[in-house]
C-alpha cells in the first residue's frame, strides 16, 4: 500500500543495492523447529541481512515467515537457506502446504499424546519411589536408585529427546532458545543423580549428602511435554477461522455441457459455464444468476444471519449455501480469483502478520536466553559458596529452577495468538482486517470519515415523498412511471421501480420529449403530461399554487422534487433522494459512543449534504469534495493531529483510503476491494465498521494482558526461582512447581487470546 504504513524498503533496498524497477515478491514460508520468542528473533535477523530482503515477519503462533522481497536478487531457495543457517528446517511452498502442515500438526499433537502418557506413568512411580517416607506402602524396591534409574533414562531421552535435538541444534549455530534451557536444567539434576548413584563414596567423603534428583528431571520433562501438548491444541483452535472458511469449498460443481447436466470437480469449472444448484447445496464458484429465483444463505461470508434473496441478474458468492429454489448462474469468477479464495488468503496473511507491539517483546526475547543462562550460572555460583548446607543440593536446586522458570515461550505467543483469532472472528462477522498492524491502528483512531454515496446511503435514488394535488397519490405515481418507463435516468428509474413495488400498471407514453436540464413532455391516454422541475413548470405556465412550498421543504431536506402536471393543472409532486441505509443512523451513533468524531464527506452541495448529515446524526460535514481532493481533506484532519479512519467503496476513494491512517472498504457481494484498504467489509452495511473498531479494542485489550503477564511473570518469578526469599521468608522453589509455572504461562496466554472467540457483532 502506498501509505506512511507501507514498505520500510527505502532502509532495505539500500542495504541490499537492488534496482528499485525490480519486481516485488512476497512469499510465506512454513518453519518447522521453533519452539518460543527467541527462535522468532534468530530467524527475523537472519532473513532481514539477507540481500533483496525488504521485509521479514515471523509468527511464533503460526509457525510462518512472511517475506518481502526482490525476485531478481534473492530467491525462495536461498531465503529457505537462510532460515536453515540458523537451525531451522524450512518447509516446502506449495499449494498443498495446507493440508500437509495440518497433518503435521495432528502426528505433533498425537507424538506429545503418546510421550506425556508414557512420561507420566514412569514419573509417577519415580515420584512415589523418590519419597518412602511419604508414601510407607510403597515396595522398597522402587526406592533404589538403580531402579529410579532404569525408570528416568527413557524419559529424560525419550521423551525429552526434542528438547536435546534442540539444544544441540542451537549449539551448532552458536545461538540459544528454550531447549537449551530445558536440556541443561535437566541435565544437571539427572546427571547429579547418576553420579550419586554410580559414585556414593565420592560424595560421602567429600560431606555431601548423597540425594538423587531423578523425580525433579523426569517431572520436569513430563510437566513441559503436558505444556506442549495443551498449547498445540491450543494453537490449533486459534486458527479455526481459517478452517471453516476452507471448509465452505464445494468439492464438485454440476455443470451444463454438450446440452445435458454434468458433475464435475470445482477445479474444472471454468469462466463462462453455467452451473445449476438446488436446495441444500453449496455454491461453486462466484457467478451471476441467469435463471430462477431462491435465497442463499451468505452468514459465514458476510455476518449476515438473514438469507438473501437472489434471482436473475443478482451476484451469488462461491461457497455459500442455497436454501430454498434452484437457479442456474454463469460462472464469472473460478479458482484463486474467487471471493472465498480472496478472503482466505487476505485472512491467513493477517494471521500471519505482527502488530508494531509485539516489537518489544521481541528484542527482549533475543537476548533472553543469555542473560538467563548467567542468572543461572551466578545463582548457582551464589549458593554454592554462600548458601547453607548442603550447599551443592540448594545450588543444584536452585540453577535448575531458574532455568526452568525462565521460558520466553509465553512472549512469544501474546500477540500472534491474539491476533489469529481476531482476525479470524473478524472473517465470521464479514471484516477483513488486513494485517496486526491495522488491527492494532484501529483501536487507536479518534475521527472516522464517512464518504455519502454507497456508504452512509444506499447509492440508489429511490421515492421519498408523492405528494398529491388534484390527483390522487397512486394515479400521480401511475402517470409520472408511465412517462419514465423507458427513460434510463437514474431519477426515472427510481419513479418506475416505486411504481413496480406498488404493483401499479402502467400506460404507453406517445409523443415522447425529453427537455435537456428541465424534464419531459409526453402524452398518457390522450392527456398532456409534463414532469419535471420548476423551470419547465414556469414555461409551460403551470401554477404550482401550494405545491411550490412542498418542493422547497422537501429540496431543504436534501431531496430532489418533481411537479407533474396533467393538462397544465398541477397533479402533485414527486420527491427522488438517495436514501440512507437502515443501520447507518444507529452504526453513526455507535461510533460516537466509541468516542470517535464522525465526519461525512461528499461532492454535492451543502444544502444536500447538511440534510444527509442531519438524518444520520452527523454534525461536521466536508461538501462540494472532489474525488481527488478527498486525500487532501483526510490529510488536513491528520495535521490537526487526529488519528484517522476513511470508509469508502473502495474504488474513486481509493486515495483517500491509502492516507487515511486506517482505509476501510465497502464491498457487495464479490466486489471485495481489498488493495487500498486496510479493513474490507465484504457488506455495505455500515455496523461492520463499528465491529472493526470494537474488535480491534478488544484484540488489544488482551494483547496488552498477554504481554503483561508475560513479562510480570518472568520478571517475578526468576528472583523468585533464584532464592532471593529464602534469607527473609525461608522459601524456595521446588523445579518441578518451576515447571509447572512455565507450562502455564505459555498455556494461559493462549488461552487467554481464545477468549476474543466469544466476541459476537451486535
Same mark, same amino acid.
Given at each position: 500500500?502506498s501509505?506512511?504504513k507501507?514498505l ?5 533496498v ?5 534496482n ?14 521453533m519452539?518460543?520468542?527467541s ?6 535477523k537472519?532473513?532481514?541481512s ?6 521479514a515477519s ?37 499449494e498443498?502446504?495446507?493440508d @500437509?502442515e !495440518? ?5 505433533? /499433537? $498425537?507424538?506429545?499424546?503418546t510421550?506425556? +502418557?508414557?512420561? =507420566?506413568s ?5 515420584f512415589l519411589?523418590?519419597?518412602p517416607?511419604w508414601?510407607l506402602?510403597?515396595?522398597g524396591?522402587?526406592s533404589n536408585?538403580f531402579v529410579?534409574?532404569?525408570?528416568a533414562?527413557?524419559v529424560q531421552?525419550y521423551?525429552?529427546?526434542?528438547f536435546?535435538?534442540g ?5 551448532r549455530?552458536?545461538?540459544?532458545d528454550?531447549?537449551t ?8 539434576a539427572?546427571?547429579y543423580?547418576v553420579?550419586v ?5 565420592y560424595?560421602?567423603a567429600?560431606g555431601i549428602?548423597?540425594?538423587?534428583y531423578?523425580d525433579?528431571?523426569?517431572?520436569i ?8 501438548l495443551l498449547e498445540? @491444541?491450543? !494453537?490449533?483452535?486459534t486458527?479455526?477461522? /481459517? $478452517?471453516?472458511l476452507?471448509?465452505?469449498r +464445494?468439492k464438485t =460443481?454440476?455443470?451444463?455441457r454438450?446440452?445435458?447436466?454434468v458433475?464435475i ?8 459455464d453455467?452451473v ?7 455454491i461453486p464458484?462466484d457467478g451471476?444468476?441467469r ?6 444463505d ?11 434473496e437472489?434471482r436473475?441478474?443478482?451476484e451469488v458468492i462461491?461457497?455459500t ?7 442456474k448462474?454463469?460462472?464469472m469468477?473460478?479458482?484463486?480469483d474467487?471471493?472465498?479464495?480472496q478472503i482466505?488468503?487476505l485472512?491467513?496473511?493477517a494471521?500471519g502478520s ?12 533475543g537476548?533472553?536466553v ?5 542468572i543461572?550460572?551466578?545463582t548457582f555460583?551464589?549458593w554454592?559458596?554462600?548458601g547453607?548446607k ?14 526452568i522458570i525462565?521460558?520466553?515461550?509465553a512472549?512469544?505467543?501474546a500477540?500472534?495468538t491474539?491476533?489469529m483469532?481476531g482476525t479470524g472472528?473478524?472473517?465470521?462477522n464479514?471484516v477483513l482486517?488486513?494485517?496486526?498492524e491495522?488491527?492494532e491502528?484501529?483501536h ?7 464518504d455519502?454515496t ?8 429511490a421515492?421519498t415523498d ?5 390527483f390522487?397519490?397512486?394515479?400521480v405515481l401511475?402517470?409520472?412511471?408511465s412517462?419514465e418507463?423507458?427513460?434510463?435516468h437514474p ?6 421501480a416505486?411504481a413496480?413495488?406498488k404493483?401499479?400498471e402502467?400506460?404507453?407514453?406517445e409523443?415522447?420529449?425529453a ?7 409526453a402524452k398518457?391516454?390522450?392527456?398532456a403530461?409534463l414532469?419535471g422541475n420548476l423551470?419547465l413548470m ?6 404550482l399554487e401550494k405545491?411550490?412550498?412542498?418542493a422547497?421543504?422537501l429540496?431543504?431536506?436534501g ?7 396533467v ?5 402533485g409532486?414527486?420527491?427522488v ?6 443501520n ?6 455507535r ?6 468524531e464522525?465526519v ?12 444527509i448529515?442531519k ?7 466536508l461538501a462540494?469534495?472532489?474525488p481527488?481532493d478527498?486525500?487532501n481533506?483526510?490529510k488536513k ?5 487526529k488519528l484517522v479512519?476513511?470508509?469508502g467503496?473502495?474504488i474513486?476513494d481509493?486515495p ?8 476501510i472498504a ?9 488493495e487500498?484498504?486496510d479493513?474490507?467489509l465484504i457488506t455495505g452495511d ?7 473498531i470494537e474488535?480491534?479494542k478488544?484484540?488489544m ?6 504481554l503483561f ?7 517475578a518469578?526468576?528472583?523468585?526461582a533464584a ?5 527473609f521468608f ?6 518441578v512447581?518451576a515447571?509447572a509455572?512455565?507450562?502455564?504461562s505459555?498455556v494461559?496466554v493462549?488461552s487467554n487470546?481464545?477468549r476474543?472467540?466469544?466476541?459476537k457483532?451486535?
Amino acid at each position: 500500500m502506498s501509505k506512511k504504513k507501507g514498505l520500510s524498503g527505502i532502509e532495505g533496498v539500500e542495504k541490499a543495492n537492488v534496482n528499485f524497477a525490480a519486481e516485488l515478491a512476497k512469499v510465506t514460508i512454513p518453519i518447522a523447529g521453533m519452539s518460543c520468542a527467541s527462535c522468532v528473533e534468530k530467524i527475523e535477523k537472519k532473513l532481514r541481512s539477507t540481500d533483496g530482503v525488504v521485509r521479514a515477519s515471523v509468527n511464533l503462533a503460526t509457525e510462518k515467515a512472511t517475506v518481502e522481497y526482490f525476485e531478481d536478487h534473492v530467491s525462495i531457495s536461498e531465503l529457505k537457506k537462510a532460515i536453515e543457517s540458523v537451525g531451522y528446517k524450512a518447509l516446502e511452498v506449495t499449494e498443498e502446504a495446507v493440508d @500437509k502442515e !495440518k497433518e503435521a500438526r495432528r502426528r505433533e /499433537i $498425537k507424538t506429545l499424546k503418546t510421550k506425556f +502418557a508414557f512420561g =507420566a506413568s514412569l514419573s509417577v512411580l519415580i515420584f512415589l519411589g523418590s519419597f518412602p517416607e511419604w508414601f510407607l506402602w510403597v515396595p522398597g524396591f522402587l526406592s533404589n536408585y538403580f531402579v529410579l534409574l532404569v525408570l528416568a533414562t527413557p524419559v529424560q531421552f525419550y521423551v525429552g529427546f526434542q528438547f536435546y535435538r534442540g539444544f544441540i541444534a542451537a549449539l551448532r549455530h552458536k545461538t540459544a532458545d528454550m531447549n537449551t534451557l530445558i536440556a541443561i536444567g535437566t541435565s544437571a539434576a539427572y546427571f547429579y543423580s547418576v553420579a550419586v548413584t554410580l559414585f556414593p563414596p565420592y560424595f560421602a567423603a567429600k560431606g555431601i549428602e548423597a540425594a538423587a534428583y531423578y523425580d525433579t528431571a523426569a517431572i520436569i520433562i513430563t510437566l513441559i511435554i503436558l505444556g506442549r501438548l495443551l498449547e498445540a @491444541k491450543a !494453537k490449533g483452535e486459534t486458527s479455526e477461522a /481459517i $478452517k471453516k472458511l476452507m471448509g465452505l469449498r +464445494a468439492k464438485t =460443481a454440476r455443470v451444463v455441457r454438450n446440452g445435458g447436466e454434468v458433475d464435475i470437480p470445482v477445479e474444472d469449472v471454468q469462466v463462462g459455464d453455467l452451473v445449476i444448484v438446488r436446495p441444500g447445496e453449496k455454491i461453486p464458484v462466484d457467478g451471476i444468476v441467469r435463471e430462477g429465483y431462491s435465497a442463499v444463505d451468505e452468514s459465514m461470508l458476510t455476518g449476515e444471519s438473514m438469507p438473501m434473496e437472489k434471482r436473475k441478474g443478482d451476484e451469488v458468492i462461491g461457497g455459500t449455501l442455497n436454501k430454498t429454489g434452484t437457479f442456474k448462474f454463469q460462472a464469472m469468477k473460478v479458482g484463486k480469483d474467487t471471493a472465498l479464495a480472496q478472503i482466505i488468503k487476505l485472512v491467513e496473511e493477517a494471521q500471519g502478520s505482527k502488530a508494531p507491539i509485539q516489537g518489544l517483546a521481541d528484542r527482549v526475547a533475543g537476548i533472553f536466553v543469555p542473560v538467563v543462562i548467567t542468572i543461572a550460572i551466578i545463582t548457582f555460583l551464589a549458593w554454592y559458596f554462600f548458601g547453607p548446607k548442603p550447599a551443592l543440593t540448594f545450588a543444584l536446586s536452585n540453577f535448575v529452577a531458574v532455568l526452568i522458570i525462565a521460558c520466553p515461550c509465553a512472549l512469544g505467543l501474546a500477540t500472534p495468538t491474539a491476533i489469529m483469532v481476531g482476525t479470524g472472528k473478524g472473517a465470521e462477522n464479514g471484516v477483513l482486517i488486513r494485517s496486526g498492524e491495522s488491527l492494532e491502528t484501529a483501536h487507536k483512531l479518534n475521527t472516522i470519515i464517512l464518504d455519502k454515496t454507497g456508504t452512509l446511503t444506499k447509492g440508489k435514488p429511490a421515492v421519498t415523498d408523492i405528494i398529491p394535488n388534484s390527483f390522487p397519490e397512486g394515479e400521480v405515481l401511475r402517470i409520472a412511471a408511465s412517462v419514465e418507463k423507458n427513460s434510463e435516468h437514474p431519477l426515472g428509474e427510481a419513479i418506475v421501480a416505486k411504481a413496480k413495488e406498488k404493483e401499479i400498471e402502467l400506460s404507453d407514453a406517445e409523443e415522447f420529449e425529453a427537455i435537456p436540464g428541465q424534464g419531459i413532455k409526453a402524452k398518457v391516454n390522450g392527456k398532456a403530461v409534463l414532469l419535471g422541475n420548476l423551470k419547465l413548470m414556469q414555461e409551460e405556465n403551470v401554477k404550482l399554487e401550494k405545491l411550490g412550498k412542498a418542493a422547497e421543504r422537501l429540496s431543504d431536506e436534501g431531496k430532489t422534487a418533481m411537479f407533474l402536471a396533467v393538462d397544465k393543472v398541477p397533479a402533485g409532486v414527486i420527491a427522488v433522494a438517495d436514501t440512507l441505509k437502515e443501520n447507518s443512523r444507529e452504526a453513526v451513533e455507535r461510533l460516537r459512543k466509541l468516542g470517535l468524531e464522525v465526519v461525512m464527506i461528499t461532492g454535492d452541495n451543502k444544502r444536500t449534504a447538511e440534510a444527509i448529515a442531519k438524518q444520520a446524526g452527523i454534525e461536521r460535514v466536508l461538501a462540494e469534495v472532489l474525488p481527488e481532493d478527498k486525500a487532501n481533506e483526510v490529510k488536513k484532519l491528520q495535521e490537526e493531529g487526529k488519528l484517522v479512519a476513511m470508509v469508502g467503496d473502495g474504488i474513486n476513494d481509493a486515495p483517500a483510503l491509502a492516507q487515511a491512517d486506517v482505509g476501510i472498504a465497502i464491498g457487495t457481494g464479490t466486489d471485495v476491494a481489498m488493495e487500498a484498504s486496510d479493513i474490507t467489509l465484504i457488506t455495505g452495511d455500515l455496523q461492520g465498521v463499528v465491529t472493526s473498531i470494537e474488535l480491534s479494542k478488544k484484540t488489544m485489550s488482551t494483547i496488552r494482558q498477554n504481554l503483561f503477564w508475560a513479562f510480570f511473570y518472568n520478571i517475578a518469578l526468576i528472583p523468585v526461582a533464584a532464592g532471593i526469599l529464602y534469607p527473609f521468608f525461608k522459601i524456595l522453589l521446588n523445579p518441578v512447581l518451576a515447571a509447572a509455572a512455565m507450562a502455564f504461562s505459555s498455556v494461559s496466554v493462549v488461552s487467554n487470546s481464545l477468549r476474543l472467540k466469544k466476541f459476537k457483532r451486535r
